[in-house]
């Protein structure tokens, strides 16, 4: 089992390497694939959580109203640097990602067309669907421990996945059963 | 000019509600957004919507900054300023709210489990967020086989992602998938 990393030896970072990092990974994710960058960069670059603080806020991110990613940059900037901190790594997450976006329309609403990018932007986006499968099998192979943990991923996966079940319906069933199985042995409620 | 001014009286008040509504991410409210940006405000056609949301998945950044276009195409600069600022403000104040609990309850017995036990739950979603991308960018058979050489890549290999990711997209540009 991982050790969750409540007592991080990493430096913390200031308010401009957050805003930074955010900028990078945002840049970084042409086609899609934001959750793998952000993992990528937060957990495997710069130590800033574990796998099990990442994956466990992402999903707290999911549930909570906002853009999966928006919510991410919020949860470790005031993990680190409290308000000022969620402030920068949004602003830096946001930032560039919205003067491309504008650029873009400009473009698109004066030449009434997307603009000729549409293969590269496919084969981006088969890329970006590789990260993404990718993170999913780096990240299984540290939580799959056994067989209730690989059971809760595949139903997971097939409800969400497959069948196209809402979020909310598909944590109500596998939530109660995770909590369960994970609860600290003698911990008291 | 007035035109413009209600616009942005409108966009302010659909945005900043969608924020809070968007439970469980940004594309959950886009049905609600098409309706009311295309159908009650007519700021935009089918046509355009369906071209800025392609544009906006495939821009790098959050997918949610199609808000920002919309903005745009209905008030000009402030109004994609406007949009953008009102669709992520109210959600990452609760957010952010959540997360100081959070950091305060490092050594709950409940943060514990969450973190061990949402694990899997989180990694069977990303599975089934990769396995609905790869439908929805119209994958056919050479656009999977290069899905798969480059998961093989990231995950065998210590490739900087950036270069996999540059490398289809080359392959795109070349007009092999």
């Not at chain 1, 670059?45 to 574990?50: G, I, L, P, V």
């Not at chain 1, 400009?106 to 067309?113: E, I, L, P, R, S």
């Not at chain 2, 808000?67 to 992520?88: D, E, H, R, W």
Request: with cysteine; aromatic share 10%.
């Amino acid at each position: 089992m991982i050790p969750t990393s409540t007592t991080s030896s990493v430096p913390e970072p200031s308010l401009a390497e957050l805003a930074w990092t955010f900028n990078h990974i945002a840049l970084a994710s042409f086609g899609g694939g934001l959750s793998a960058w952000s993992r990528e960069v937060v957990v495997v670059e710069k130590k800033w959580m574990s796998d099990e603080e990442f994956l466990s806020a992402l999903t707290m991110c999911r549930i909570l109203p906002g853009a999966n990613q928006i919510n991410m940059a919020v949860f470790v900037g005031s993990k680190f640097r409290g308000m000022a901190g969620a402030c920068a790594a949004c602003f830096g997450l946001t930032f560039m990602p919205v003067v491309i976006v504008l650029a873009m329309s400009v473009a698109y609403f004066k030449f009434n067309d997307v603009p000729a990018m549409q293969n590269t932007l496919k084969g981006a986006a088969a890329g970006a669907v590789a990260l993404t499968f990718s993170m999913a099998i780096k990240t299984g192979r540290k939580c799959l421990t056994g067989v209730i943990p690989a059971l809760l991923l595949v139903a997971t996966f097939v409800m969400n996945g497959v069948l196209h079940w809402p979020l909310f319906g598909v944590l109500a069933i596998v939530a109660p059963p995770a909590l369960l199985w994970a609860w600290p042995k003698g911990a008291r409620s | 000019m007035k035109d413009e001014g209600l616009n942005l009286i409108h966009i302010l008040l659909l945005f900043s509600s969608l924020s809070l509504l968007s439970i469980g991410g940004g594309n959950t409210v886009i049905p609600e957004m098409q309706h009311k940006s295309v159908g009650a405000y007519g700021w935009l056609t089918d046509k355009q919507f369906a071209d800025v949301f392609a544009i906006s998945q495939a821009a790098p950044g959050p997918s949610v900054l199609l808000v920002t276009i919309i903005g745009y195409k209905a008030a000009g600069l402030l109004g994609a300023l406007l949009a953008t600022v009102a669709m992520i403000l109210p959600a990452a104040a609760l957010v952010f709210l959540v997360s100081r609990m959070w950091n305060r309850a490092a050594d709950s017995p409940l943060r514990h489990a969450i973190e061990r036990g949402f694990a899997p739950l989180t990694v069977g979603l990303v599975l089934a967020s990769g396995y609905v991308m790869s439908h929805a960018a119209d994958h056919d058979w050479r656009a999977y086989i290069l899905t798969g050489v480059c998961t093989v890549i990231c995950t065998a290999t210590k490739t900087n992602p950036l270069f996999v990711v540059g490398g289809a997209s080359l392959v795109g540009w070349l007009g092999w998938i």
